[in-house]
């Protein structure tokens, strides 16, 4: 065989940009949560136009109605338990339980444990702090509820509640404690994944007042250790569920004893 007859070698296939390392998986992150804002804009103004508000209402996505701030948090959750999804089966190679870390708990009772001591710190905090509520929920739970469906007042708070307890908790851990954190572990240590993962966390909890975010502290630390030590994105699900529900009864019981 001449060398002009020689078979060229292959060349290796190009990694998906995600896989290529933490900080393309990193860029990835920043553009999918750019995804969901520019969702919950456009579901707002939708919503808006729909309801024929005022048009300056419109201009500043109208956030004094009520059922606003549902529908923000009902479409930014849901964008993101998409995008985890599909970024699980990328990362996972066409596995997207192994992309996400969707494998059985390890340590329930660790879990548990960490999920009300953080809920315990987060109210300690925030009380030490001066804050009304840690999960500064106060406002979207008492909406009031007779302005969007009069006979039904009742609805708009479960429904954000619903929302607080189930939607949140799953958008935003598969998508900094799933597919992102299986990503980031290939080559960063857990100290250093959990400070990656703890910013973008925040900025999914956005106020104006530092007091709320330096409460969440206990909660990120806390979610972060569950996935580590117990192994397992559905570990982190269930102590956000967890927190998320004790923290908005409570509301719910100081709203009740305000009243």
Do not use: K
Request: net charge neutral.
């Amino acid at each position: 065989m001449s060398v002009n007859d020689a078979v060229p070698a292959e060349r290796p296939a190009r990694l998906p940009f995600t896989r290529r390392g933490p900080f393309h998986a990193l860029v990835v992150m920043v553009g999918w949560l750019l995804v969901s804002a520019v969702a919950v804009v456009l579901g707002t103004v939708a919503g808006l136009v729909v309801m024929q508000a005022d048009p300056d209402d419109v201009r500043s996505l109208g956030f004094d109605y009520p059922w606003v701030v549902t529908n923000a948090l009902a479409i930014s959750a849901i964008t993101l338990i998409l995008a985890s999804l599909h970024m699980g089966f990328v990362v996972g190679e066409g596995d997207r339980r192994a992309g996400l870390g969707n494998v059985p708990i390890q340590r329930p009772g660790l879990m548990l444990g960490l999920a009300l001591s953080a809920t315990v710190m987060t109210w300690a905090t925030a009380s030490l702090l001066g804050a009304t509520d840690p999960l500064n929920l106060t406002g979207v739970l008492e909406s009031a509820g007779a302005d969007v469906a009069p006979a039904w007042p009742w609805l708009l708070p479960v429904c954000n509640a619903v929302i607080l307890v189930i939607l949140v908790p799953l958008g935003d851990e598969l998508f900094l404690r799933g597919w992102l954190w299986v990503t980031l572990r290939r080559v960063w240590s857990v100290p250093v994944v959990i400070a990656a993962t703890a910013l973008p966390f925040w900025l999914l909890h956005p106020d104006a007042q530092w007091r709320y975010l330096v409460a969440l502290i206990p909660s990120t630390l806390a979610f972060s250790l569950v996935r580590h030590y117990c192994g397992s994105v559905r570990a982190s699900v269930a102590a956000h569920v967890i927190h998320h529900a004790i923290s908005v009864a409570l509301i719910f019981a100081l709203m009740a004893l305000g009243d």
